[in-house]
């Protein structure tokens, strides 16, 4: 136990140069696919659907995002899973707008009859779609989904409609622990297997999206049959292994972040609830407040108010539904 523990603080106080390629949203944990692609199925049930609403807003600039996921876990004793997720972007007023459709596929290795080590391998194929017109409004990186590039500054950038997509290869790997005293996750992804090209302004530019590596890892405490104290990390380098865009003002290397996260969960038999806070590099604070009036539904709202406007001025809501299939407790 206290190898895993001293692992765990280790992960936990890890510090990465993050880009954002995933929206920056205020509930990273009801996007799971998005993070790893390992995440599908990872609960104990047979099934597991989400939705999840997210605004931001920086100065009178605002865009959103919604996402919906389902995912399956098959087979005699969950050996394998699959999942589709859908998310869309962008808003009235701003220039980029988009739609991303993932499906993946994971196989489940136990180490032991009790399940108390859990090994996921996935896989995912996206199919990511996007437009861009100017003649919409305004735009800013920070607020997008960056699923595509801009190699040009706005001011130059004409009136016309620009459309573009592309199919993008994801794989990643989960292992959890679980015990009667606590649970214990970490996994690794990589994204953009494929290089796309990602400018969506011009095609044969040779702008490829780079590798990205995504790290997550959590150490939940179960205080008593009522209560668990559950610590969070999450961070993603782009550029990792090989480097194919160029350096430019809309380089996502000049983006730093790491989320690290303290959630409290009340549990037990009736309504339940969680509460928990994030912090963004120490930019900004996320308050997450969760209730589950029945075992197999939860709902959670969060906001996020920069801390830091200097480097960071976005403020953002976010809630979601989850349903989940609670057969395997």
């Given at each position: 136990m206290l190898r895993v523990f001293l692992i765990s603080i280790i992960l936990l106080s890890s510090v990465s140069i993050a880009n954002a390629q995933d929206p920056r949203i205020s509930q990273y944990q009801q996007m799971p696919l998005l993070l790893n692609p390992a995440n599908t199925g990872n609960y104990n049930g047979k099934i597991r659907v989400g939705g999840f609403y997210n605004q931001m807003r920086k100065d009178s600039l605002t865009n959103s995002c919604s996402n919906f996921s389902a995912e399956f876990n098959l087979g005699e004793g969950s050996k394998w899973a699959f999942g589709l997720n859908a998310m869309t972007s962008g808003s009235s007023k701003f220039a980029m707008s988009g739609t991303y459709v993932g499906l993946s596929l994971v196989k489940a290795i136990n180490f032991n009859e009790s399940n108390e080590h859990l090994l996921r391998i996935g896989a995912q194929a996206s199919f990511i779609s996007g437009s861009f017109q100017k003649s919409k409004g305004n735009y800013d990186p920070i607020l997008d989904v960056r699923a595509f590039n801009i190699q040009r500054d706005f001011a130059s950038i004409d009136s016309n409609l620009y459309k573009k997509n592309y199919i993008n290869l994801n794989a990643g790997v989960n292992y959890k622990h679980s015990g009667p005293l606590f649970d214990f996750e970490t996994g690794v992804a990589i994204f953009n297997?494929?290089?796309?090209?990602?400018?969506?302004?011009?095609?044969?530019?040779?702008?490829?999206?780079?590798?990205?590596?995504?790290?997550?890892?959590?150490?939940?405490?179960?205080?008593?049959?009522?209560?668990?104290?559950?610590?969070?990390?999450?961070?993603?380098?782009?550029?990792?292994?090989?480097?194919?865009?160029?350096?430019?003002?809309?380089?996502?290397?000049?983006?730093?972040?790491?989320?690290?996260?303290?959630?409290?969960?009340?549990?037990?038999?009736?309504?339940?609830?969680?509460?928990?806070?994030?912090?963004?590099?120490?930019?900004?604070?996320?308050?997450?407040?969760?209730?589950?009036?029945?075992?197999?539904?939860?709902?959670?709202?969060?906001?996020?108010?920069?801390?830091?406007?200097?480097?960071?001025?976005?403020?953002?809501?976010?809630?979601?539904?989850?349903?989940?299939?609670?057969?395997?407790?």
């Amino acid at each position: 136990m206290l190898r895993v523990f001293l692992i765990s603080i280790i992960l936990l106080s890890s510090v990465s140069i993050a880009n954002a390629q995933d929206p920056r949203i205020s509930q990273y944990q009801q996007m799971p696919l998005l993070l790893n692609p390992a995440n599908t199925g990872n609960y104990n049930g047979k099934i597991r659907v989400g939705g999840f609403y997210n605004q931001m807003r920086k100065d009178s600039l605002t865009n959103s995002c919604s996402n919906f996921s389902a995912e399956f876990n098959l087979g005699e004793g969950s050996k394998w899973a699959f999942g589709l997720n859908a998310m869309t972007s962008g808003s009235s007023k701003f220039a980029m707008s988009g739609t991303y459709v993932g499906l993946s596929l994971v196989k489940a290795i136990n180490f032991n009859e009790s399940n108390e080590h859990l090994l996921r391998i996935g896989a995912q194929a996206s199919f990511i779609s996007g437009s861009f017109q100017k003649s919409k409004g305004n735009y800013d990186p920070i607020l997008d989904v960056r699923a595509f590039n801009i190699q040009r500054d706005f001011a130059s950038i004409d009136s016309n409609l620009y459309k573009k997509n592309y199919i993008n290869l994801n794989a990643g790997v989960n292992y959890k622990h679980s015990g009667p005293l606590f649970d214990f996750e970490t996994g690794v992804a990589i994204f953009n297997l494929s290089h796309p090209d990602d400018d969506i302004l011009s095609a044969g530019t040779g702008v490829r999206k780079r590798f990205r590596l995504t790290l997550n890892s959590s150490l939940r405490f179960n205080i008593n049959e009522m209560n668990a104290v559950k610590l969070q990390q999450i961070s993603w380098q782009e550029g990792l292994f090989v480097r194919y865009a160029p350096v430019s003002k809309t380089d996502s290397l000049q983006i730093h972040e790491t989320l690290y996260g303290l959630n409290w969960e009340r549990l037990g038999v009736g309504t339940q609830y969680s509460l928990g806070m994030f912090l963004r590099s120490a930019k900004s604070m996320t308050a997450v407040v969760g209730v589950s009036l029945i075992p197999e539904l939860t709902t959670r709202f969060s906001y996020e108010f920069p801390i830091n406007k200097k480097y960071y001025s976005i403020s953002q809501f976010g809630i979601s539904l989850v349903y989940q299939d609670i057969s395997f407790d």
